[in-house]
């Protein structure tokens, strides 16, 4: 079955720039989305359509795509940052979706 | 107001059966596809399927097809999501969410935990 891959974790200082890959063989053909997940809370959509940002998510998050990897960026990484983030996209097909396993960025 | 609740924490035994439950309201539910999502304890999410209420249309990942069943029932806006015999490895919190226009899922529910134990 369809798999994304993600680095299992990211640490950054404050301030700095975090940068999370999402790697997969559809990602040409189908658009990412990313979620952030902090401890006790449901997912929320930070990046959809590979760049762009939902109303009210600040715009220190940015997405890009590049052949079969996409990547979430977080400019300026505030302590309120520190979170699971998920990459989803489709199969080829669209058949059905998928998630990555997640990374866990640390601010350190 | 935009949302989706979901039903309460259940405590179940090896075997036995189970549907949880996933009310939207503030918009028309039948006109946009809803998703579960599975997160087992202390791990990441899983993508399980997705069912457009207008017309009960129902797609499954390959790794839950057959293990569960998704439904909705459009005039009470409620989608479900069932097991006819639960198993230890079903304990998890489980989402329901919205796909908008954009195919993001950009409502999700507060999360049901069932925990399946002996």
């Known amino acids: 079955s369809y798999e994304l891959t993600q680095p299992p974790s990211v640490s950054v200082s404050p301030g700095q720039t975090a940068r999370i890959s999402c790697s997969g063989n559809?990602?040409?053909?189908?658009?990412a989305y990313w979620y952030q997940q902090k401890p006790g809370r449901a997912p929320l959509l930070v990046i959809y359509?590979?760049?762009e940002r939902p109303s009210g998510i600040p715009e220190r998050f940015s997405g890009s795509s590049s052949g079969t990897t996409v990547t979430l960026t977080i400019s300026g990484v505030q302590a309120e940052d520190e979170a699971d983030y998920y990459c989803q996209s489709g199969d080829s097909s669209s058949t059905y979706w998928v998630f990555g396993a997640g990374t866990k960025l640390t601010v350190l | 107001e935009v949302q989706l609740v979901q039903s309460g924490a259940e405590v179940k035994k090896p075997g036995e059966s189970l549907k949880i439950s996933c009310k939207g309201s503030g918009y028309t539910f039948s006109s946009y596809w809803i998703g579960w999502v599975r997160q087992m304890p202390g791990k990441g999410l899983e993508w399980m399927g997705i069912?457009?209420?207008?017309?009960?249309?129902?797609r499954y990942s390959p790794s839950f097809q057959g293990q569960v069943t998704i439904s909705a029932d459009k005039s009470s806006s409620t989608a479900y999501l069932q097991w006819s015999s639960l198993q230890a490895s079903d304990t998890a919190m489980y989402y329901c969410?919205?796909?908008?226009?954009?195919?993001?899922?950009?409502?999700w529910g507060q999360g049901t935990v069932v925990t399946v134990s002996s």
């Open positions: 969410a919205r796909r908008s226009e954009s195919a993001a899922f950009d409502i």
């Open positions: 069912i457009y209420p207008g017309d009960s249309d129902t």
């Open positions: 359509k590979d760049n």
């Open positions: 559809a990602l040409p053909k189908q658009y």
